[in-house]
């Protein structure tokens, strides 16, 4: 799901991160650089996915690709690199029940998985678009079918290969947003676009609508609407549920009283991070764009979009440490922002339980000046190029390291990242187009271990 202004502003700002022309493809990857392999799944109308990959306790990854046809759910994949084979094992309209409901698919999962007990949790949401006055809305649906019924709960027996459809969202809203609390078998979601947080107590069935937690959400514009946040984390401690708001605040919901508070005293509107309308368009404001929990020091660590800085939140104390930028080195020569100004969502912790792995971008400068791409503004103004660059930080040394860019075999670019899989061998695992053609595909790819450096 693209955030809800892009079209609001006459772009798809998503286009404008590394969709390169065909003439900016080099014949071979440059000396020196990350070569990834693309692993080939089958799925020829896999479109642009958000997070949905991850590794398993049993060293296989599991991934979701997306699709944006009305009438074509999102299939779900694993790879097991022991064999470099990828296995298709599902679709989501029939592991939601929705086989023969003739209503808009299960489109998309926009949810990394959390494993629990041998079964991997997640959720869905939908993956086909009516643009309504410059705006995504749910899809209208075409003759003969139903509007969307929701997003679901499910999970995935990875020893039988079986679904289980645990709740549905209400109101035909997607799930945009997701975690688990694994230690006390809670699901969390926050729902599109109305930006709902919803619970699921697997232990008693018991289903919660908590309440819309981002103003209006994005329905809408105008001083009442508000990006919602694409990352929950738990704290495993005593269950507590964290997110944030482009005002900058930091939520704290507490299951057990179903109470819903914010944290006081400190928030996430840093001069670092920029200055931004919570309301206005083209942005994801003060929200974090990642996070996830580091029981080594109880703490959240997470990713501001836009400028890519680094930070730690400490909920017993409340407090919000700015760490540093974490951006491409190239991106922190030149001073800029990320290109895409909502942020990438490859930023995850490694096996080794210390090192941070991010996937983010890198303008490429040629003569001194920076190469454009495509035109892909309303008003035809050419945006830079990019080069996906893998990033690591190691976290008690505070060590950073640029690895450089990231090519395919071919010289292409890997693009539209916005996902990240760390293996259990350090490779690193992530969706991307896989070619420059318009008509590209998005597929899993692989980037070998890189060598860490500590201080």
């Not at 990834?36 to 996915?49: E, L, N, R, Y």
Request: glycine letters at 10%; proline letters at 5%; hydrophobic letters at 35%.
């Amino acid at each position: 799901m693209k955030p809800f202004f892009y079209f609001a502003l006459g772009l798809t700002a998503a286009a404008a991160i590394v969709a390169l022309p065909q003439a900016a493809w080099t014949a071979a990857p440059p000396s020196g650089r990350l070569t990834a392999s693309i692993i080939t799944s089958g799925f020829k109308d896999a479109h642009d996915s958000y997070n949905a990959v991850s590794t398993a306790s049993d060293g296989r990854i599991y991934y979701v690709l997306s699709s944006e046809k009305p009438d074509l759910a999102a299939q779900m994949y694993v790879y097991d690199p022991s064999t470099n084979k990828s296995k298709w094992v599902g679709d989501l309209n029939d592991a939601s029940g929705e086989k023969n409901l003739h209503a808009i698919s299960q489109g998309k999962s926009h949810v990394s998985f959390a494993e629990a007990d041998g079964k991997l949790y997640f959720a869905t949401h939908i993956g086909f678009y009516t643009i309504i006055d410059g705006m995504e809305k749910p899809g209208i649906p075409p003759k003969g079918m139903k509007p969307y019924p929701g997003g679901h709960f499910l999970s995935y027996d990875m020893k039988t290969g079986k679904y289980e459809n645990l709740a549905m969202a209400p109101g035909n809203e997607g799930i945009i947003a997701f975690q688990m609390d694994t230690k006390r078998k809670r699901l969390f979601g926050l729902t599109w676009p109305a930006g709902r947080l919803i619970t699921y107590d697997i232990p008693t069935k018991k289903f919660t609508a908590v309440g819309d937690v981002s103003g209006a959400g994005e329905a809408g514009k105008g001083a009442d609407f508000r990006t919602i946040c694409r990352s929950l984390t738990v704290d495993p401690t005593d269950g507590s549920l964290y997110f944030s708001t482009s005002d900058g605040k930091i939520h704290r919901y507490l299951p057990a009283s179903n109470k819903l508070e914010i944290v006081q005293g400190e928030d996430l509107k840093k001069d670092y991070f920029g200055v931004y309308d919570p309301s206005s368009s083209g942005n994801m404001g003060y929200n974090w764009r990642q996070t996830f929990w580091y029981q080594a020091d109880q703490s959240i660590y997470g990713v501001h979009g836009n400028s890519g800085y680094l930070f730690k939140f400490h909920p017993a104390d409340g407090s919000v440490e700015v760490i540093d930028r974490i951006t491409s080195a190239i991106s922190k020569r030149s001073g800029m922002f990320d290109q895409f100004s909502y942020g990438y969502l490859g930023f995850a912790l490694g096996p080794d339980q210390r090192t941070i792995y991010y996937l983010t971008g890198g303008p490429i400068y040629k003569g001194g000046k920076r190469l454009a791409g495509k035109d892909s503004t309303a008003k035809g103004e050419a945006k830079g190029m990019e080069d996906l660059h893998l990033v690591t930080w190691d976290i008690p040394t505070k060590t950073y390291t640029d690895h450089g860019a990231i090519y395919f075999p071919s010289g292409q670019r890997p693009n539209y990242v916005n996902s990240i899989a760390v293996g259990k061998d350090g490779s690193v695992y992530c969706l991307s187009r896989v070619s420059e053609d318009e008509h590209a595909i998005t597929d899993l790819i692989r980037i070998p271990p890189v060598t860490l450096t500590r201080k």
